[in-house]
């Protein structure tokens, strides 16, 4: 089941809310545990007992941790279920990816498994992780199990995060309030979200579909297409995470932002702390801090540098491109650290065009599923070979695309949130902006329910990693 789809809109969240809130406050823990697993079931029946188990062992290994904080039984207890955890997101996720490189490497035949991987593995397992290695450092281990479970299946944030930190919630748990105002919040963030991925996403994903099978290629649809893709990942992951902060919001959470809009960085270290930010989060708090982090000397700094990028890159796939694309952020961040940081600062256009060329080229790494692949991408934006400057497709889906063009670079600015920001300061017309804002809201879901029912299936892409 998916956000962006007819059955959850008009079926399980109205039905989930309302049990949700008919139900006892001291009981609304298991409803959302119970849902949740039930909405993981939906798409992932046979997995649904993996995630229990991932649970189960996280509970007691932490249980165990704060029983014996301070001695080996507590070291131990940690490692077996960071073992745990990881070992079943390297098993599930990497097992094919290793037999393939073995097999080339040695020649011999190992049949691959092929197994199919459990969506939201890569973003549960890293909350587990980080609870039980809080718990060790210090933290309170939950003692209910079903708050525990609430936690780390929470359906709004399960498949494709934000990773939400313990700490942050741990309260929220027990204590969390809710009112009217709050769950307006709610359901405006939820509904952005969504037009970000259905109005916006899945459009940018069909032009990327033709441009993949036109025969009638230039470089000029090359760069439209690698633009396209760049705009589509944003919008598809930003807009999940809007819906599962508001979400949240109307059960009476407050997730952490996840996307600061990157793409008006001046710099990659400033991109890095605007896109995906959970993630970027719990690598420097889990890997590269206790690796050291930069209170280190030159040699072992870069090595941090190139071990935490390494493994960002394969958290996001087991494919070449992906460790590829972890590289080539370590060598940009190390190049701007040691090398020309400080000149980005006193140049500020020069900079931002550097950053978009880069996370552009970024991109076109991420997408490239094979090398030949990536090698003709490269080819294409470069003009390397025959191809044209421009071709008679590519004006075309130009023209007819250019309104979705300058739609989509304009809403990764933060332009239209201080337009509204400014506009409601405006006390004269505050009670006019809270009605158009309800109209437009509304219209909002019309047209996205209009183009779902006429559409196909559109899963988020941050699905499959």
Same mark, same amino acid.
């Given at each position: 089941?998916?956000?962006?789809? *007819?059955?959850?809109?008009?079926?399980?969240?109205?039905?989930?809310?309302? /049990?949700?809130?008919?139900?006892?406050?001291?009981?609304?823990?298991?409803?959302?545990?119970?849902?949740?697993?039930?909405?993981?079931?939906?798409?992932?029946?046979k997995?649904?007992?993996?995630?229990?188990?991932?649970?189960?062992?996280?509970?007691?290994?932490?249980?165990?941790?704060?029983?014996? $904080?301070?001695?080996?039984?507590?070291?131990?207890?940690?490692?077996?279920?960071?073992?745990?955890?990881?070992?079943?997101?390297?098993?599930?996720?990497?097992?094919?990816?290793?037999?393939?490189?073995?097999?080339?490497?040695?020649?011999?035949?190992?049949?691959?498994?092929?197994?199919?991987?459990?969506?939201?593995?890569?973003?549960?397992?890293?909350?587990?992780?980080?609870?039980? #290695?809080? @718990?060790?450092?210090?933290?309170?281990?939950?003692?209910?199990?079903?708050?525990?479970?609430?936690?780390?299946?929470?359906?709004?944030?399960?498949?494709?995060?934000?990773?939400? $930190?313990?700490?942050d919630?741990?309260?929220?748990?027990?204590?969390?309030?809710?009112? &009217?105002?709050?769950?307006?919040?709610?359901?405006?963030?939820?509904?952005?979200g969504?037009?970000?991925?259905?109005?916006?996403?899945?459009?940018?994903?069909?032009?990327?579909a033709? &441009?993949r099978?036109?025969?009638?290629?230039?470089?000029?649809?090359?760069w439209?297409?690698?633009?396209?893709?760049?705009?589509?990942?944003?919008?598809?992951?930003?807009?999940?995470? %809007?819906?599962?902060?508001?979400?949240?919001?109307?059960?009476?959470?407050?997730?952490?932002?996840?996307?600061?809009?990157?793409?008006?960085?001046?710099?990659?270290?400033?991109?890095?702390?605007?896109?995906?930010?959970?993630l970027?989060?719990?690598?420097?708090?889990?890997?590269?801090?206790?690796?050291?982090?930069? !209170?280190? %000397?030159?040699? $072992?700094?870069?090595?941090?540098?190139?071990? @935490?990028?390494?493994?960002?890159?394969?958290?996001?796939?087991?494919?070449?491109?992906?460790?590829?694309?972890g590289?080539?952020?370590?060598?940009?961040?190390?190049?701007e650290?040691?090398?020309?940081?400080?000149?980005?600062? !006193?140049?500020?256009?020069?900079?931002?065009?550097?950053?978009?060329?880069?996370?552009?080229?970024?991109?076109?790494?991420?997408?490239?599923?094979?090398?030949? #692949?990536?090698?003709? %991408?490269?080819?294409?934006?470069?003009?390397?070979?025959?191809?044209p400057?421009?071709?008679?497709?590519?004006?075309?889906?130009?023209?007819?695309?250019g309104?979705?063009?300058?739609?989509? *670079? @304009?809403?990764?600015?933060?332009?239209?949130? !201080?337009?509204?920001?400014k506009?409601?300061?405006? !006390?004269?017309?505050?009670?006019? /902006?809270?009605?158009?804002?309800?109209?437009?809201?509304?219209?909002t879901l019309?047209?996205?329910?209009?183009?779902? #029912?006429?559409?196909?299936?559109?899963p988020?892409?941050y699905? $499959?990693?």
């Amino acid at each position: 089941m998916i956000f962006s789809s *007819i059955l959850f809109l008009y079926y399980f969240l109205p039905i989930i809310l309302l /049990v949700y809130f008919i139900t006892p406050k001291k009981r609304r823990n298991a409803i959302l545990f119970v849902s949740s697993l039930l909405f993981y079931a939906w798409g992932e029946p046979k997995y649904v007992l993996l995630m229990l188990l991932s649970i189960l062992q996280g509970y007691l290994c932490a249980r165990m941790i704060e029983k014996h $904080r301070g001695t080996k039984i507590a070291k131990r207890a940690m490692l077996l279920s960071v073992f745990f955890s990881g070992g079943s997101l390297l098993y599930f996720k990497y097992a094919d990816f290793f037999i393939e490189n073995f097999r080339s490497i040695t020649g011999i035949h190992v049949s691959l498994l092929k197994i199919a991987l459990p969506i939201g593995i890569s973003f549960y397992t890293f909350q587990l992780i980080s609870y039980v #290695v809080d @718990v060790y450092r210090g933290a309170h281990a939950q003692t209910n199990f079903l708050n525990l479970g609430a936690y780390i299946a929470m359906f709004p944030q399960l498949i494709a995060g934000p990773i939400i $930190r313990y700490e942050d919630i741990e309260r929220q748990l027990t204590e969390r309030s809710y009112s &009217f105002e709050q769950a307006a919040e709610g359901i405006c963030r939820f509904l952005i979200g969504l037009a970000k991925k259905v109005l916006l996403a899945n459009q940018f994903g069909e032009l990327i579909a033709i &441009f993949r099978d036109s025969l009638d290629l230039s470089v000029v649809y090359y760069w439209m297409y690698i633009l396209a893709f760049s705009l589509q990942i944003y919008f598809d992951f930003s807009g999940y995470s %809007d819906m599962a902060i508001g979400l949240g919001k109307l059960f009476g959470f407050e997730f952490t932002e996840n996307f600061n809009y990157p793409y008006i960085s001046k710099s990659i270290t400033e991109f890095w702390r605007r896109w995906h930010i959970s993630l970027g989060t719990w690598f420097r708090d889990y890997v590269y801090i206790p690796l050291g982090g930069n !209170k280190v %000397d030159l040699g $072992r700094h870069i090595r941090n540098i190139a071990i @935490v990028w390494l493994l960002t890159g394969f958290w996001h796939g087991a494919s070449w491109n992906f460790v590829l694309w972890g590289l080539y952020f370590a060598i940009l961040l190390i190049l701007e650290k040691y090398v020309f940081g400080k000149c980005l600062e !006193k140049y500020s256009v020069l900079s931002h065009i550097y950053v978009i060329l880069a996370v552009l080229v970024s991109f076109l790494i991420f997408n490239a599923d094979q090398m030949n #692949v990536l090698v003709a %991408d490269i080819k294409g934006i470069l003009g390397i070979g025959s191809l044209p400057l421009i071709s008679a497709e590519a004006i075309y889906y130009l023209k007819s695309n250019g309104l979705l063009f300058v739609t989509g *670079i @304009v809403g990764t600015t933060p332009f239209m949130r !201080k337009l509204m920001e400014k506009i409601r300061m405006e !006390k004269n017309i505050k009670r006019i /902006v809270n009605v158009i804002e309800i109209i437009l809201m509304i219209a909002t879901l019309i047209i996205v329910t209009a183009y779902l #029912v006429d559409g196909s299936f559109n899963p988020f892409l941050y699905f $499959r990693f």
